[in-house]
């Protein structure tokens, strides 16, 4: 049985990943649909880069929307220092064949969440949480749809890459997260303390090099770009492949370990702004909310790309 997604992504090469992997496993992910949010870079770029993923992967089945162009109450933060001007820097893109719809992306996340059976559709989230939010804040009824919401964003003992405290993703939309992780709704997060375990090293990204498609040349030229920044800043072997993390949890949840804890959203501090205040330890009687994955098997997470990347165009 394959289960229904909806991608919500700021691609960003390590969303480009993620993407590409769903894209690679029709048994198993039913992907409904792309919506681009602003982050990595802005809106105009991450629908743009949605539609040339979907290019890249031959399955132009599958519609791209465009969603918000700004965070809720800040303004928009955007990582052209990690990601390049493009946000998918590192691969030569061809002109684009898919087309963006005509729909905004809120007003298509609330049509497909009230048009589903019962808790039918996974939402993954890849960038900021203004869609989402935007979409339960719309229109309340369309949380019925969805069966769970996986997300990449946010760090409990690896603090911020943003600022000391924040992640990027829940820092460029504190407000939106907040709405989030206060839905009530199923929830499991993909933290900086997992991510930073999952590093794309040398070898790793030279193993996709070798794949001998066009998708295995795209991602390692995106990943060599991706490293240069990360590896100087962290001093470490690779960079940390954050997004697919969330794709392959849905595949193979067995590599991945966490536990499921109270998670609140600092949106006031001008210090800690952005915080993921996630209470590991159980040290208040605040209600458990969220599960937060914390471990996860890398060798396998570069296996279950490589395997699925090679069966692209
Ligand atoms: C997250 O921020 C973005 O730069 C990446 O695409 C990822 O979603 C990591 O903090
Ligand atoms: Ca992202």
Request: net charge negative; aromatic share 6%.
């Amino acid at each position: 049985m394959t289960q229904a997604i909806i991608i919500d992504t700021d691609p960003g090469q390590d969303d480009a990943l993620a993407i590409l992997l769903a894209l690679a496993a029709p048994k198993v992910l039913d992907v409904r649909a792309i919506v681009a949010v602003a982050g990595n870079v802005p809106l105009p770029l991450t629908q743009l880069n949605a539609r040339r993923l979907v290019d890249l992967s031959g399955r132009r089945d599958v519609p791209v929307y465009a969603g918000c162009a700004a965070p809720m109450e800040r303004p928009l933060i955007t990582a052209e220092n990690v990601h390049g001007h493009t946000g998918v820097d590192g691969y030569d893109w061809p002109d684009t064949q898919t087309p963006l719809q005509d729909q905004g992306g809120v007003d298509f996340l609330i049509e497909a969440l009230l048009a589903a059976g019962e808790r039918e559709i996974t939402l993954c989230t890849l960038g900021p949480l203004t869609n989402i939010a935007m979409a339960l804040l719309k229109e309340p009824r369309c949380a019925r749809g969805i069966n769970e919401i996986v997300m990449m964003g946010g760090g409990c003992f690896e603090g911020g890459n943003t600022t000391p405290a924040a992640e990027f993703n829940i820092l460029v939309d504190p407000h939106a997260a907040d709405i989030v992780f206060k839905s009530s709704l199923s929830l499991t997060l993909i933290p900086l303390d997992l991510t930073h375990k999952a590093l794309a090293t040398p070898a790793r990204i030279d193993r996709i090099a070798a794949l001998g498609n066009e998708t295995g040349k795209a991602c390692a030229g995106m990943l060599r770009y991706f490293n240069r920044h990360d590896v100087e800043k962290y001093g470490s072997e690779g960079a940390p492949l954050h997004d697919p993390c969330v794709i392959a949890y849905l595949m193979q949840p067995d590599m991945f370990g966490g536990k499921t804890v109270n998670v609140e959203i600092e949106t006031a501090s001008p210090l800690t702004m952005g915080m993921t205040v996630m209470d590991w330890w159980r040290v208040t009687d605040r209600a458990p909310n969220c599960t937060v994955m914390n471990t996860i098997d890398a060798d396998g997470y570069f296996d279950l790309l490589s395997d699925h990347l090679a069966r692209l165009p």
